[in-house]
């Protein structure tokens, strides 16, 4: 099969399909005429075997086969079988695309069955709210007052609303938002990165971290730092148990230095040392960076900047952090580069387990790479186009699950 170079029109219709009843019918054998009395084999199958039988279908066949029938709907939307099925086995991360600046509306990318589900989700109420995610469930904080707070499961729709984040609230700050969840003891973690410009000194920005922790229901404030050149920003991401976060410079250094990355460990959660002293360079000159958790490693996808204009992007590269040291993974070929069509030197990109995301603002083109197959291919294309010229398209990446609520 020739390899996907451009993001063609192969959308699949997802209308509904009538699903046949498995009744029981008479037909003659081949041994004469005798009648046999044919039986569905879900007719004998006890709940508990059928329920383990269906905890392995993908996530989207599991929700539809609800509306097979009474017996199957039962069983999917009960509690033993939610806890009985606990953890499911893993399902390849989902991609929600918002097609609206105004609102939260989209579509979900489904990489198994290749499909688009028009999908609501609770809580946010525009598509500029800082997003985060793991283990199934999403927390969402708005961009204005970093006021509201709430972590929910896009799918069942469940939510909770969190206290607010200590501090005063600024509309004039950068606040990075970042989402850890235990599999094991459903509790988490959400971190916020907050940056505030110094009073008459653009060069110095107050630097402060804040954790909240599930179990305890409290926030805590333990660092906060002056930082100078450098400032926060609205990237971070919880990796084993460290925070990582991307500072961007303010000036005075050399134009390709623009990027740093900072490190707090949420173990220890000490309040001695300083941020600046875990300092670590990104690999080249970047024009943005994306941060992701991969099975607990921390994977930069990355801008790449021409060396005589570092602010003008020439491609893309996806690099793991071994220690203190970056070791790139790939780059995207060129023709999937200019299959965007157009390509800011900002963009989305998220990734679970062993699949990226990278998706252009300036379209809804979308772009998978699996890390263990080192394979790149297009999305079904989304069943929305761009409008007007100005409209823009963003995203996030979740694990699609139903047995996860905050």
């Not at 509690?79 to 989902?94: A, D, R």
């Not at 030197?345 to 998706?359: K, R």
Request: charged share 20%; aromatic share 14%.
């Amino acid at each position: 099969m020739a390899e996907e170079t451009s993001w063609f029109s192969h959308y699949l219709d997802d209308r509904p399909r009538e699903v046949g009843e498995y009744e029981s019918y008479a037909e003659l054998s081949d041994e004469g005429s005798q009648e046999v009395t044919v039986v569905s084999v879900e007719s004998f199958l006890p709940d508990e075997l059928l329920e383990r039988i269906i905890a392995y279908l993908p996530i989207a066949s599991i929700i539809r086969a609800q509306s097979v029938c009474k017996r199957w709907n039962g069983i999917v939307s009960s509690k033993k079988y939610i806890s009985t099925n606990s953890p499911l086995p893993p399902q390849k991360p989902w991609y929600f695309m918002f097609t609206s600046c105004s609102e939260p509306i989209g579509y979900a990318y489904d990489p198994v069955l290749r499909k688009w589900y028009a999908i609501e989700l609770p809580c946010i109420q525009t598509s500029n709210w800082c997003i985060a995610s793991s283990c199934g469930l999403v927390c969402f904080m708005d961009n204005d007052s970093r006021s509201e707070l709430y972590v929910c499961n896009p799918l069942t729709k469940i939510y909770k609303k969190l206290e607010e984040p200590p501090g005063l609230r600024f509309s004039d700050c950068y606040s990075a938002l970042a989402f850890w969840a235990n599999r094991v003891s459903r509790s988490y973690t959400i971190t916020v990165v907050k940056s505030k410009q110094v009073a008459g000194n653009f060069f110095q920005w107050d630097v402060s971290v804040h954790i909240y922790d599930s179990q305890t229901t409290m926030w805590l404030s333990p660092v906060t730092e002056v930082l100078t050149g450098w400032r926060g920003g609205d990237e971070s991401v919880v990796c084993d148990g460290v925070l990582y976060f991307l500072i961007y410079s303010t000036g005075g250094g050399a134009p390709e230095n623009r990027h740093g990355l900072l490190s707090y460990n949420l173990s220890a959660r000490s309040s001695h040392g300083q941020l600046i002293c875990s300092f670590i360079p990104v690999p080249c000159a970047l024009t943005c960076g994306r941060l992701m958790n991969l099975r607990e490693k921390l994977v930069m996808v990355g801008g790449i900047g021409k060396l005589d204009r570092p602010d003008i992007i020439k491609g893309i590269g996806i690099w793991v952090l071994n220690g203190r040291v970056w070791q790139e993974i790939a780059r995207m070929p060129h023709k999937y580069f200019q299959g965007f069509g157009e390509f800011d030197e900002v963009f989305a990109s998220s990734g679970v387990d062993d699949l990226i995301y990278i998706q252009s603002y300036g379209g809804p083109a979308l772009l998978l790479f699996d890390m263990r197959l080192k394979h790149w291919r297009w999305s079904q294309k989304c069943p929305i186009t761009k409008r007007f010229p100005l409209q823009l398209f963003t995203g996030f990446c979740f694990e699609p699950r139903l047995e996860v609520n905050p």
